[in-house]
């Protein structure tokens, strides 16, 4: 079993950073991960992804050259550096754990926190 804990969402204005962080409990280390985000009344779509050792990274077109996923694996913590944020960035994010297939579907993925809202103004 897998628990995810996001945090550090909140309200910036637009052209700001935010530093989101995922705490995961359990075998964190072996485990690809993955963000998505949900804004209101949209589906969820992915935003990035990283290997369990780090070696390999994925974006979404949107997100590319703004935003950075991370993660340090003796804190058993994911992370997403997002700048230059724009207001269609708004959403729930979340972070999810150890897709078994296609890891831009998030029904690839077992696991998944509950979600930090971020909300970017204009």
């Known amino acids: 079993q897998v628990q995810l804990v996001e945090s550090g969402g909140g309200l910036v204005q637009a052209g700001g950073s935010v530093r989101l962080s995922c705490a995961a409990s359990g075998r964190f280390s072996t485990l690809g991960m993955g963000w998505f985000r949900q804004a209101p009344g949209k589906e969820r779509v992915f935003v990035a992804f990283?290997?369990?050792?780090?070696?390999?990274?994925s974006y979404a077109d949107s997100v590319k050259g703004r935003f950075t996923i991370s993660r340090d694996n003796t804190k058993s913590t994911l992370y997403l550096q997002m700048n230059n944020l724009k207001p269609e960035d708004t959403a729930i994010y979340y972070c999810?754990?150890?897709?078994?297939?296609?890891?831009?579907?998030?029904?690839?993925?077992?696991?998944w926190g509950q979600g930090t809202q971020v909300t970017v103004s204009s």
């Open positions: 990283m290997t369990w050792s780090g070696s390999t990274t």
């Open positions: 999810a754990a150890d897709p078994k297939a296609a890891y831009r579907v998030g029904r690839s993925y077992d696991y």
